[in-house]
C-alpha cells in the first residue's frame, strides 16, 4: 500500500465497516487526520503526500485500536467542546456534544448575573475533563470556577485542560465527593453527573461499557443517586439567585424534578437534545 495519508483513510474505512463500526468513514477521517493534525481541508489538499515512516506506524496502531472499539478522540487523547480543545485522560468521561446544550442554556444565566454583580462564581460537580467548567469560564470572561471531582486523575486533567486553554488563573480543581470538600457560595451549580442504571451499564455499546470510567456512568440501582445528592446539598452552596443546570438521562425528567421539587427548588428552564430526548434541567432556588 502506498503510505498516503487517502490510502490510511480508505483502509480504516474498509477494515471500520467491515468490522461493523456505525460511523466507519466518519472515524477514519477523524482518526487519520487527527494523528496527522491535518484538518479537513489538509485531508483533501495533502491526501496525496507521503506519510513520514514514524507517522505511519502511529495511525497502523491507532486503526488497531479503533477496531478493538476504542472511540477515536479516546485513542487521539483530545476532543473538542464548546470550541476549547480538551485532553482526555483514562479517569475522565469523554465530553459529548448532548453537554454543549447544559452549557448553551446555563450561559445567558451566568452572563445575566455577571452584568448584574460584575463576576459570577460556577461550581462543576463532577467535572471529569473540566468541559462544563471550563466552556461557561470561555464564554464568560468575568466567571470564575470550582471543578470539583472524586478522581484525582481527572482533576490533573482538567487542571491541564484549564491551562491549556488561558483559563488556569480562573479554575481550580478540588478533589471532593460531591459537595464534601466544597465551601463558600457559587451563582451556578452546573452538573453532567453519572446517571445510567448500574444493571444497564453492561448493555452499553463497548466504546462506551468499555473506555468511559465507570464511576463517571454510574448513577445507582434507578440512576438518580448523583441528582440526590446534589439536590441535598445544593443549597447550602448557592447565593438566593443562584440556579442548578443539569444534565439528566433521556427519561429522568420527572423523577429529577420531583427531587429537586421535594427540596425546595422550582424549576426554571428544560431542553432537549437534537434526537428530541429531554437533556437539560435548570433550577431555581428563589420563589419568583
Ligand atoms: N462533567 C464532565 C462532562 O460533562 C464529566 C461528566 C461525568 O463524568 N459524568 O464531560
Redesign the pocket.
Known amino acids: 500500500m502506498q503510505e498516503t495519508a487517502s490510502a490510511y483513510v480508505r483502509e480504516a474505512r474498509r477494515r471500520f465497516q467491515e468490522a461493523g463500526i456505525a460511523d466507519a468513514a466518519f472515524d477514519a477521517r477523524v482518526l487519520v487526520a487527527g494523528i496527522l493534525e491535518f484538518s479537513g481541508a489538509d485531508l483533501v489538499l495533502r491526501g496525496d503526500d507521503p506519510v513520514p515512516g514514524d507517522v505511519s506506524a502511529r495511525i497502523k496502531a491507532a486503526i488497531e485500536r479503533r477496531l478493538a472499539r476504542e472511540p477515536v478522540h479516546r485513542i487521539l487523547g483530545r476532543r473538542d467542546f464548546y470550541g476549547l480543545e480538551l485532553g482526555l485522560s483514562s479517569g475522565?468521561?469523554e465530553?459529548?456534544p448532548d453537554?454543549e446544550l447544559l452549557v448553551d442554556r446555563v450561559l445567558p444565566h451566568l452572563k445575566a448575573i455577571v452584568s448584574e454583580k460584575g463576576s459570577a462564581r460556577v461550581l462543576?460537580l463532577?467535572?471529569?475533563?473540566g468541559?462544563?467548567c471550563l466552556a461557561l469560564l470561555h464564554e464568560c470572561p468575568q466567571a470564575t470556577g470550582v471543578g470539583a471531582d472524586i478522581s484525582a486523575d481527572a482533576l490533573s486533567t482538567a487542571r491541564a485542560n484549564a491551562e491549556k486553554n488561558g483559563l488556569g488563573g480562573r479554575f481550580e480543581g478540588v478533589q471532593s465527593s460531591w459537595f464534601e470538600k466544597i465551601d463558600g457560595l457559587y451563582d451556578v451549580i452546573v452538573?453532567?453527573?453519572?446517571y445510567i442504571v448500574t444493571s444497564v451499564i453492561e448493555t452499553l455499546e463497548p466504546e462506551v461499557r468499555d473506555f468511559d470510567p465507570p464511576a463517571?456512568?454510574d448513577g445507582g440501582t434507578d440512576g438518580l443517586d448523583a441528582y440526590r445528592a446534589i439536590a441535598a446539598g445544593a443549597k447550602q452552596y448557592l447565593h438566593s439567585q443562584g440556579l442548578v443546570g443539569l444534565?439528566i438521562g433521556y427519561d429522568q425528567k420527572d423523577p429529577v424534578t420531583a427531587i429537586f421539587l421535594s427540596q425546595g427548588f422550582n424549576l426554571l428552564e428544560e431542553a432537549k437534545d437534537l434526537g428530541g430526548n429531554d437533556r437539560v434541567l435548570l433550577f431555581c432556588c428563589n420563589s419568583s
Open positions: 475522565t468521561l465530553p459529548r453537554t462543576d463532577g467535572t471529569g475533563t468541559a462544563i452538573s453532567n453527573p453519572p463517571a456512568l444534565e
